[in-house]
């Protein structure tokens, strides 16, 4: 199933994955209290967040990364798992963390929430970069 030379089923396992890797590691390895603390967030923030939450829009952002990636993946003719998770990880940390640096330098997010998310986007966009360039 191809659009405009692109594999949708390859982007929309990409996007899952990403999804899956971050529910592993935000939601399963870091506790609620642990992820208030990294991000600055009082109870009262996070009380308020989870009454008007906005969850349901949670699969956006992996899709549309997932659709960036197959567009870098084709531009960098990335060959293979290896060129794939290269490609996604150069991404993850070019455009994916230092977006993330934003809640650090200007807001109160943490180092420790630097690091997790460094980790977060090189294994959620190198997977997704793999899955891309070997299911051309």
């Not at 890797?21 to 996070?46: C, K, N, R, W």
């Given at each position: 199933m191809r659009f405009n030379g692109f594999n949708i089923l390859a982007i929309i396992v990409a996007a899952i994955a990403i999804y899956a890797?971050?529910?592993?590691?935000?939601?399963?390895?870091?506790?609620?209290?642990?992820?208030?603390?990294?991000?600055?967030?009082?109870?009262?923030?996070?009380?308020?967040?989870?009454?008007?939450?906005?969850?349901?829009?949670?699969?956006?952002?992996p899709i549309l990364a997932a659709i960036g990636l197959a567009l870098v993946v084709k531009w960098r003719q990335a060959v293979g798992l290896a060129g794939g998770f290269i490609t996604g990880a150069l991404m993850g940390v070019l455009f994916g963390f230092a977006a993330t640096m934003y809640s650090y330098v200007y807001g109160a997010a943490t180092e420790m929430f630097l690091g997790v998310t460094l980790i977060h986007y090189i294994l959620c966009y190198g997977v997704a970069g793999a899955i891309l360039s070997a299911w051309k």
């Open positions: 890797i971050e529910f592993v590691i935000f939601a399963v390895l870091i506790p609620g209290p642990t992820y208030q603390h990294m991000v600055g967030m009082s109870d009262a923030q996070a009380t308020a967040s989870m009454a008007g939450s906005r969850m349901p829009y949670g699969i956006v952002m």
